[in-house]
Each structure stands twice: as C-alpha cells, then as structure tokens.
C-alpha cells in the first residue's frame, strides 16, 4: 500500500474519510491489517505529506491512532493531549492539519477508562494537570445520573465512560465555536467534525452520531 498523493488526497471526500479509518478499525480488530511497507512509505513522503484525517486522542499508551485505524506513514495527523480536550495550541495544530495540509475529517478520539476522565470525576488535583482536568469538569457535571455522590466516582466505570463519551461531545462544540476556521470549512463541506468512543476491551472505534 502506497502513501497518499496530492491527487489522491483530494479525491478523498469527509465521508469517504471516515470510511477508510473505520475500515482499518475493523482491520485493527480482525488482526488483518494491511499490506504495506513502512520504509517505502517513508520514501514516498519524503518530499511531502498527504494526509487524509486528523485524529484527536488521550495519550493512552494504549489508544494509538495509527494502530487502532491501521494507517501508516503519512496518512493521519495525529494529536494527542490527555483527556482529548481542545485548546488554542491544538486548535492551531488541527486548523494547520485541515486548512493548509488538507485532511477531510476530525475526529475526536474518546475512550474507556480514561484515566483523565477518572481523575475529573474525582476531582484530583496534582500541578498543572489540576488545570487540565478542569476543562474536562463541565462533563462531569452534565451527567446528571446517578446522582449520589458515592456513584460519581472513578469506581463507578459505566459513570466514567458515559462522562467520556459526553467529553467527546462537549470537545467537538468547543473545536467549532473556538476555531472559526474548522467550523467555516465544516459548514462548506470541506471537512466534517466528528466524535467516537475507543473501548480499551476489544479494540472497537465506535463512530458517535
């Protein structure tokens, strides 16, 4: 399998993005990945980079966005902060990745168990990371059940991922209401925003409506 082009990159539409990256997904977990020759993808992108979606994602070691969507060398921009938040640096980073260097998708990468997550839902405080979990807050706080206090815990795993799954949410409004760049090239159909939910279990990306 060849790295992206110029050309092939712009044949490449929003939808058919999220295709390809749930296609190598189900790759991913049929243990099936693709025949492709990394060192010849480095030659391939050597003089330029193409690629076709840009991946937001915890840094989980184990939510590795070239892995779990099976790409290789040039395929994805990848960015990665614990949480997945957004901030004026990533926003930054995906506006370059979709505005100048052409990807077709955004996707926000959740998953379960996160450890950020967990930490918010516990209200961890801990140096600059006290910052950082405070942007996941407003999550927490949306999850409305269960309401004992003794159930909105790190310990309570189906409260941490339905808190996740509602940071992914929260993520994608604030990347299109903070970067008007992102959401004027959504509103023109140039690229789509979306989320999805890693589960750490089996290997799953599931795709949110």
Do not use: W
Not at 27 to 44: C, G, I, M, P, T
Not at 55 to 76: K, P, T
Not at 133 to 143: D, F, G, N, S, T
């Amino acid at each position: 399998m060849k790295a992206h082009t110029k050309e092939t990159q712009a044949a490449i539409t929003p939808d058919m993005a999220i295709q390809l990256l749930k296609e190598g997904n189900n790759r991913f977990v049929a243990n099936k990945k693709a025949d492709r020759n990394l060192l010849n993808q480095v030659d391939d992108t050597a003089s330029g980079q193409y690629p076709f979606a840009t991946i937001l994602s915890c840094i989980d070691s184990r939510v590795s966005a070239e892995l779990v969507f099976d790409q290789g060398v040039g395929d994805i921009f990848s960015a990665r902060v614990a949480g997945n938040i957004v901030n004026e640096d990533l926003l930054g980073s995906i506006e370059f990745a979709c505005k100048l260097a052409g990807t077709k998708v955004v996707v926000i990468l959740g998953h379960t168990a996160c450890g950020a997550v967990k930490g918010a839902c516990d209200d961890a405080k801990m140096g600059n990371l006290t910052t950082l979990l405070h942007k996941i807050k407003p999550a927490v706080r949306a999850i409305k059940e269960p309401s004992e206090p003794d159930k909105r815990n790190s310990k309570n795993i189906a409260f941490v991922n339905e808190v996740s799954m509602k940071n992914v949410e929260l993520t994608i409004e604030d990347t299109r209401s903070l970067s008007p760049v992102l959401q004027e090239m959504e509103e023109n159909g140039e690229i789509k925003i979306v989320g999805a939910m890693y589960d750490i279990s089996n290997g799953k990306v599931t795709f949110l409506d």
